[in-house]
């Protein structure tokens, strides 16, 4: 079947330290990874994704993904923290025909 | 966020009530969705249009009712729903449908409650 997980519900990450929101995935095929952000209230915001070629992906607000077939993984990270960073971070995959499988989601909390 | 609208942002309804969340795109799109957002879950997919036909068609109770009048706007009629559809629910669009490298741009969703 095809999946993405999220395994942590929650990150606390104190302001500037670095941060990293995992991500797991499972299909068959090329797989085509996608990180959104949601703040409270608000819609899901796309950050970045990776079709192909380099497997470090540069995002909207400094944040950035590693591809990593071998781990099946598509972590997203960012060097520097910031309080406003603080949100939900959705992990998704696209399969076949199109269809996004979302993750659970993650909250981040940046403390000061 | 301007660029997919939905209105309104917050709605509260009785089991017995007919409703309508509307969702308006202003990208040039051709495919929109409806998604459903609910607490410690991840984000279900309902309905997706292409080119106004709907193609998808998660096995959505018949209260939910979809509509793409054209390809910029997208509605969901509800009516008769329960205490368990209470959610957020998300309009996205993409250029296309079909495609695997599409992405999918969201609204900032309706607050839906149901007493």
């Known amino acids: 079947a095809q999946s993405v997980a999220q395994p942590e519900d929650q990150v606390n990450v104190a302001e500037g330290n670095p941060l990293t929101v995992k991500c797991t995935y499972s299909?068959?095929?090329?797989?085509?990874l996608f990180w959104y952000v949601q703040y409270p209230n608000r819609g899901l915001q796309f950050l970045l994704k990776?079709?192909?070629?380099?497997?470090l992906v540069k995002g909207s607000y400094g944040f950035e993904a590693e591809f990593n077939k071998s781990q099946t993984s598509f972590h997203l990270k960012k060097p520097s923290a910031l309080v406003s960073d603080s949100a939900l971070y959705f992990c998704a995959v696209r399969v076949q025909g199109g269809k996004l499988i979302f993750g659970q989601g993650t909250e981040l909390s940046v403390k000061p | 966020e301007t660029g997919v609208t939905q209105t309104p942002r917050h709605l509260v309804m009785g089991m017995t009530n007919k409703k309508s969340l509307k969702c308006e795109q202003h990208?040039?799109?051709?495919?929109m969705y409806w998604y459903k957002q609910s607490a410690k879950k991840p984000l279900e997919l309902m309905f997706v249009?292409?080119?106004?036909?709907?193609?998808e068609n998660n096995s959505v109770p018949s209260r939910f009712s979809p509509e793409c009048p054209n390809s910029s706007h997208l509605f969901l009629h509800l009516h008769t729903l329960q205490p368990e559809d209470s959610a957020l629910y998300l309009c996205?669009?993409?250029?296309?449908?079909?495609?695997?490298?599409?992405?999918?741009?969201f609204g900032p969703g309706t607050r839906l409650l149901v007493l």
């Open positions: 249009y292409s080119l106004e036909e709907r193609v």
């Open positions: 990208l040039g799109h051709n495919a």
């Open positions: 996205a669009s993409s250029l296309l449908a079909g495609g695997t490298q599409e992405t999918q741009y």
């Open positions: 299909v068959s095929g090329n797989p085509y």
């Open positions: 990776y079709i192909t070629g380099d497997n």
